[in-house]
């Protein structure tokens, strides 16, 4: 069965979508707290979201971020707002699908089925899964999974998107201006500091795996990922 989180403040339209899907076997959780959307995500271990752009506090671009940080879950946007630069940034936010209301139930119900289908059903990828191997860990991209002989630790989608552009030149140099823009995409209003922190973050997991390998700075340069033998630079 699976999960699906409605993250919708009208409550008629929210008990629709929620009664649809159960009707269809699905479990259908409704969120409550709109300044928490990120962590009853986490508390649903919901497999796809369906989401408003126009929420309190924060707007559905802003949890689509969010969620799309730490999962690669199908997220739906269900909004009044019709403009094409909405669907755009939705898009470009990380969402899967935009829907626009007024809606037929069975409209989502085939794009939820369909979704659900190319993430994690018939349409989903085959068994080769996506490795990155180097210095005695095996990176896992698709499940930001990071494994170290017996040991493995989860990492954010930021900090393995940071370390598969290490790992993929182990040894050589990729420079700051190369891990933002893959980090972000518009990487220009992203603070130096906030690189720094994710260095410093895998940096820990890979001293409590036991890595062999560190990060290592060059400076003006960028960063490298250096086994002990191997060449280094200094860290900040």
Known sequence: MYTILIVEDDPKIAELLRSELDKYGY???????????????????ADLVLLDVNLPKYDGFYWCRQIRAESVCPILFISARDGQMDQVMALENGADDYMTKPFHAEVVLAKVRSQLRRAYGEYAAGPQEAVVEGSGMKLYPERFLLVCGEHSTELSRKESLLLEALMRREGRVVSRDRLLGLMWEDHHFIDDNTLNVYVTRVRKKLKELGAQAGIEVVRGAGYMLASPDGEKGKRP
């Open 27 to 45: 479990e259908a959780k409704v969120a409550q707290d709109f300044e928490r959307i990120a962590d009853e995500f986490r508390e649903a271990s």
